[in-house]
């Protein structure tokens, strides 16, 4: 159903660690945690997003990647004496490749408590089909998909 893009994530985290260890922020890009599955004639996608603000998130498809980026931020005030910050801030970023089974036309988001949910249906032709099989006898119905094609007849 779909792969994910990103080639060089261990890469970016041992970095970061290194920023870390070495004072610095880390990369302001990280990845958003998902779950995917398929849910009947639907595949549902939740995005991981605790703290970010609906609004700053943005949801796009193009040339079969799908790409959610979201931010998050926390500005402290003068008055402010920061003991321990560990959350991260910033970019958060994730691309999801897309098989052709899913409409890209049909994309439903909504984002509640923390999770961006992402429903898509899949297309006509990725849906299972019943096909009929004569053989010398009565017909048998048996599940197939739609990329099966049935054997010739006699």
């Known amino acids: 159903m779909l792969l994910r893009l990103e080639p060089f994530r261990e890469l970016d985290q041992m970095l970061d660690e290194m920023r870390e260890l070495r004072g ?18 639907t595949f549902r996608l939740h995005f991981d997003v605790p703290g970010v603000d609906p609004d700053t998130i943005a ?8 790409t959610i980026e979201a931010q998050r931020t926390w500005q402290e005030t003068e008055d402010d004496e920061v003991v321990i910050r ?9 691309e999801l490749l897309l098989s ?5 036309e049909h994309i439903e988001a909504r984002c509640d408590n923390g ?13 299972p089909k019943k096909i009929e099989i004569s053989t010398g006898g009565e017909p048998k ?8 094609t049935p054997a010739p007849s006699t």
């Not at 610095?24 to 004639?41: E, L």
């Not at 052709?100 to 890209?104: M, P, Q, T």
């Not at 119905?141 to 099966?148: L, V």
């Open 100 to 104: 052709e089974s899913l409409d890209r």
């Open 86 to 94: 560990e959350r991260p801030q910033g970019i958060f970023r994730r």
């Open 115 to 127: 999770v961006l949910t992402v429903t898509m249906p899949l297309v006509e032709q990725a849906k």
């Open 59 to 66: 949801l796009t498809v193009e040339n079969d990647v799908l």
């Open 141 to 148: 119905i048996i599940e197939a998909t739609a990329t099966e």
């Open 24 to 41: 610095r922020a880390p990369t302001p890009t990280r990845p958003i945690p998902v779950d995917a599955y398929r849910h009947g004639d």
